[in-house]
């Protein structure tokens, strides 16, 4: 089983061709030191956890999370150098990096170990919301024990029955004295759990009955200011495909001392600026988990002697091979695109069609490219001991949180389509490339003209997904020779030229 290795040259070659300079104060070496840093702690602590984490996994006693012992040590040490504090304001004991950098460093993190990461990896978000939403009392009573690892973050959204459509939320907020909390939340990943203090939910609750204008967001800690358990127990953790370390737990809120956070009524403005830096950090799970899915696969290839020579000499292997690099590679562009234009401000229109290209993007790739990491391997990929099965289990739900993909989609040819201005800024974008645009844009306007478009979602989600794709390619290829290994990417972009194509020829059938 190949250690496991950051794809640190890959991703700050990436992060230099998509634009990463234009970012307010960005400080490359200094990007460089912090990556260093975070790859050797992940390398040496947090990725030798995974495997007995995903066997042992998290259980519920008496009412608590229990993580695998194992991990215990490491998030004391991830605490102890202060990577939960990485993007929190230093004013209150964070060290007031970007968002970017935390792009790196949770790329790296999800690579090494994902089940982990998911437990750590909503503090900045909810941090975030603090800033732009919570009071100066909040931010000061709660920001410094998240940035400090005292706690752990939660986002309670999904309901029994209120997934994707939140006007279904049924958790009822009323005020009593102070705001109390009744309801159940499921699928909330570590909403309790044993390695820090404390659990800070932030929870979408209904106010009034007027529809998703009647929701609104609070938080509430999991202790009351005496000491004393607040009223929200776990009912259950679900027994899942995968993730296992992750616990995804079911809420009962019973009464739940909270706070509301932002205006009444303003819960969906408030918690979207959570969830739409948590979609990007999805992506870049994905790309991490094809990036590693291809570290696997290329070195059993390489090692693997068939016929009287390594099976990565063998033109369907190599094909494989290249098609995971290229998926790992492009995919991670898309999601630093974003990442680059939403921290600069440049192009907010553009952030909001890019955000769910990525996710749907870069998820699909992870799937891609477990499978096809599999595939190389052979036998052996169906085995646990190279743990390529363990990533197919891992990504296979990253197609379906954070908004599945094919919601996604609908909302690409309903909702921006409508607007407008997000597919105008696409096209802007485009511009680089008319070889395509001219394609891409007859297709927007055919879909635009369909009384229904939602039978084409997917297939025109697809297609724009394959035009961006197009567009990060040609940029890491202008780049190359900062590239360690510039012909490897002369030869994935000349790879991924033949997908568009395709992607066109599935949006015709589609119509």
């Known amino acids: 089983m190949k250690p496991f290795t950051a794809p640190l040259d890959d991703i700050l070659f990436s992060l230099y061709a998509l634009g990463a300079d234009r970012i307010p104060d960005w400080d490359s070496d200094l990007v460089r030191e912090v990556a260093g840093h975070f790859a050797a702690f992940a390398e040496g602590e947090i990725a030798p956890v995974d495997e007995e984490g995903d066997r042992v996994g998290a259980v519920l006693e008496n009412g608590r999370v229990r993580m695998p012992p194992c991990f215990q040590p490491v998030y004391r040490s991830y605490v102890e150098q202060g990577w939960c504090g990485l993007t929190a304001p230093e004013a209150f004991g964070g060290q007031g990096m970007g968002a970017a950098v935390l792009g790196v460093t949770s790329e790296i993190f999800s690579g090494a170990n994902i089940s982990l990461q998911m437990v750590t990896g909503l503090v900045p978000g909810a941090i975030r919301t603090l800033m732009h939403f919570g009071t100066a009392a909040q931010q000061a009573q709660n920001i410094p024990p998240l940035a400090a690892g005292d706690w752990l973050a939660t986002m309670c959204l999904t309901e029994p029955g209120a997934g994707s459509d939140l006007s279904r939320v049924r958790t009822r907020a009323v005020y009593e004295d102070g705001w109390k909390i009744t309801g159940e939340k499921i699928f909330i990943s570590g909403g309790d759990q044993d390695m820090s203090q404390g659990v800070f939910h932030l929870i979408l609750a209904r106010t009034s009955d007027d529809g998703i204008r009647g929701l609104s967001l609070f938080l509430a800690r999991s202790e009351r200011a005496d000491g004393t358990r607040n009223a929200i127990s776990v009912t259950r953790i679900e027994e899942k495909m995968g993730l296992h370390a992750s616990p995804t737990c079911q809420l009962a809120f019973d009464g739940a001392e909270a706070e ?50 390594s099976i990565d000499q063998h033109a369907d292997v190599a094909r494989m091979l290249d098609d995971m690099d290229m998926l790992a590679i492009g995919g991670r562009g898309i999601a630093h695109l974003a990442l680059v234009l939403l921290e600069t401000g440049e192009a907010p229109g553009l952030v909001e069609a890019l955000t769910p290209v990525a996710k749907v993007f870069c998820t699909d790739a992870a799937s891609m490219a477990a499978d096809l990491g599999i595939q190389v391997l052979g036998g052996y990929g169906y085995l646990r001991e190279y743990r390529m099965e363990q990533i197919a289990r891992d990504a296979r739900i990253t197609r379906i949180y954070e908004g599945a993909n094919g919601i996604h989609a609908l909302a690409l040819v309903t909702r921006l389509a409508r607007l407008g201005a997000p597919l105008d800024a696409l096209a802007d974008l485009a511009a680089e490339r008319p070889d395509l645009l001219a394609d891409w844009q007859a297709a927007r306007s055919r879909v635009q003209a369909l009384a229904d478009p939602a039978p084409v979602a997917t297939a025109f989600m697809g297609l724009t997904a394959e035009l961006v794709h197009q567009i990060v390619w040609s940029r890491l290829r202008a780049a190359m020779s900062q590239h360690p290994d510039p012909h490897r990417i002369e030869r994935l972009a000349a790879v991924a030229a033949r997908r568009f194509p395709m992607a066109k020829t599935v949006f015709e059938a589609a119509l």
């Open 260 to 309: 509301l956070v932002g205006e009444l009524g303003g819960g969906l403005k408030a918690m979207f600026t959570m969830m739409n830096h948590a979609r990007l950090d999805v992506s870049l799970q994905g790309a991490a988990l094809a990036a590693r899915a291809t570290d696997i696969a290329r070195k059993y290839a390489a090692d693997r002697v068939q016929g009287g020579r």
